[in-house]
């Protein structure tokens, strides 16, 4: 669990890095690869030693709250010799150098080097040991990086095409805006919530979106968000059977993480549900944001449910959209700050 904390963390302090480089994306290449992969730049006899075992126990250890293990990335590893233009354009990219010529071990977090929007972690050492040590010491920042690159990939692709019937009704009845892909639409509405999913014959995606009073600081406990997600998806997601509706799988603790959301107390929570009187389930994450503008509360949570298929990505579209929240209050800055360099 305190793993899972520092890299949570990390990624939290590690948000705003991609999107402060230089804007030369237009003279690049679109990145290529699936979603998770991950490219090791490495020499062979070094990615089948104690060296790529630490890397491997890193970068592809076990997403946390899923139903089924999957690895945080699918890591394909690349002797230097072959790494050559298509593997170039990869969208994440680990380069991993092991040279006496090196003057001291480090890491370096880099942007948009062979195509865009693509995430590259260059780490030097003069020896293995060396090298191991440097790793392990920058480990949580480095996943922290790589998992906001594909975040904030999904995020812009989804601000390129929003759904504007879903869109709307978020403005309307919880005056916060949200990034929705097209394809997801409402699918129940209620005092200060909505409900928006995309289906298709063999997934479902959801995303839900509620507001309650803010009262007090134990709002931000696991045991007050639980009972609240319950209290709420029992009323407003049903499932398919009469009498089943949506609550949480208390017997696999979901974990919780406090952070600041743009500069707002915020809980990050990771679980599995599953349909109470039926048998369908899967995971979820959401976030519980202090408005205290308006003294509220606003949780957006993604859920997904993929028997047949693995999952992680999946999860990782709904995350995106959730963490693409704007409370009011942020909306009206953006759009100050949006006419300020209009101006200028």
Known sequence: MKRISLIFLAFISLSLVLSSCRDDTKLRRKV????????????????????????????????????????????????????????????????????????????EFKKDIWAWPQAVVNISAQSGDDLI???????????????????????????????????????????????VPVGFKVANQGPGFTWMRYDTPEI????????????????????????????????????????????????????????????????????????????MGGPFVSIAVLDASNNRIIVAEGFVYAPRFDKRNYLRQVEAMIYSLVLPDQAKNDKINSQINMGN
């Not at 946390?64 to 233009?85: G, K, N």
């Not at 392990?136 to 975040?151: C, F, G, H, T």
């Not at 995020?155 to 309307?172: F, H, Q, T, W």
């Not at 915020?266 to 679980?271: I, S, T």
């Open 204 to 279: 479902m995606q959801g995303v839900a979106v509620y507001s309650f009073p803010y009262t007090s600081d134990s709002t931000f406990t696991s045991s007050y968000l639980l009972a609240k997600r319950d209290s709420v998806m029992k009323i407003y997601i049903d499932g398919p059977t009469k009498g089943s509706y949506m609550t949480t799988e208390h017997r696999i603790k979901p974990t919780l993480n406090i952070f600041q959301y743009k500069n707002n107390y915020a809980a990050e929570m990771r679980g599995l549900w599953r349909v109470e009187n039926d048998f």
């Open 32 to 107: 290529t690869g699936k979603a998770g992969e991950l490219v090791v730049v490495i020499p062979k006899e070094s990615w089948n030693s104690n060296i790529g075992e630490a890397i491997r126990k890193t970068l592809a250890q076990p997403q946390i709250s899923l139903p089924q293990e999957e690895p945080i990335f699918d890591l394909i590893s690349v002797p230097p010799a072959a790494f050559t233009d298509i593997f170039k354009t990869s969208r994440n990219i680990l380069n991993v150098r092991i040279s006496p010529t090196v003057e001291s071990a480090k890491v």
């Open 133 to 179: 040590r440097v790793f392990n010491e920058n480990s949580d920042k480095i996943v922290a990086y790589m998992l906001n690159a594909e975040r904030e990939r999904l995020i812009g692709n989804y601000a390129n095409y929003d759904e504007k019937s879903a869109v709307e009704p978020l403005r309307k009845h919880l005056n916060v805006k949200l990034t």
